[in-house]
C-alpha cells in the first residue's frame, strides 16, 4: 500500500512539473534580454564586450537601424547590421586573444566617437565607433576597422 501511495505521488509530480514547463511555451527563454545602454559609456562597455569577449545577450538591441560597419584593408568591405549581429551571434563565448584600450575621441549630450584598439601579437586592429542617443538609449550607429 505504502509503495502504491509513493508511485502516485511521484506520478502527480511529474504531471505537476510537466504542466509547469509546459505553460513558458517552447520559446520563453528565447526571449530577448534588454541590456542597460542609458549612457553612452554603458554602450561602449557592452560593445567591446561583444567584439572581443563574445558577449551575445542583447546584440540586436546595441546597433542602430542604419549601422554599417566599414574595413579599410587591401580590399575594402562594407557590411550591414544585419550581416555583422549575425555574425557576433555565432561568436558567442568566443573570447578574442588580444590586448584592448578604448579611448573616447569625442562625446556630446547626443554623440559620441572612440577609437578601440585591440593589439593582437602579429598585428593591431583599430575601431572607430560612433554612438548616437536613440531615445533614453544609445546605439552603435558606425564602426570603421582597420589594421596596421
Known amino acids: 500500500m505504502k509503495t502504491l501511495v ?6 502527480a509530480l511529474i504531471v505537476v512539473s510537466t504542466f509547469a514547463m509546459a505553460t513558458e511555451g517552447p520559446g520563453a527563454k528565447a526571449t ?3 541590456v542597460n ?21 542583447g546584440v540586436e538591441q546595441l546597433f542602430a537601424e542604419d549601422f554599417n560597419q566599414k574595413i579599410q584593408a ?14 557576433l551571434k555565432k561568436q558567442k563565448g568566443e573570447k578574442l586573444n588580444c590586448a ?39 546605439k552603435v550607429s558606425k564602426s570603421i576597422n582597420s589594421y596596421k
Open 6 to 11: 509513493k508511485t502516485f505521488a511521484a506520478a
Open 32 to 34: 530577448k534580454t534588454n
Open 37 to 57: 545602454h542609458s549612457t553612452a559609456d554603458l554602450a561602449l562597455d557592452h560593445y567591446v564586450a561583444v567584439t572581443t569577449e563574445g558577449e551575445s545577450t
Open 74 to 87: 587591401t580590399n575594402a568591405q562594407s557590411n550591414s547590421r544585419s550581416a555583422v549581429v549575425k555574425l
Open 100 to 138: 584592448v584600450s578604448a579611448d573616447i575621441i569625442e562625446e556630446s549630450a547626443d554623440y559620441m566617437v572612440a577609437k578601440i584598439t585591440l593589439k593582437f601579437e602579429n598585428f593591431t586592429k583599430t575601431d572607430l565607433v560612433t554612438l548616437e542617443r536613440a531615445g533614453n538609449n544609445w
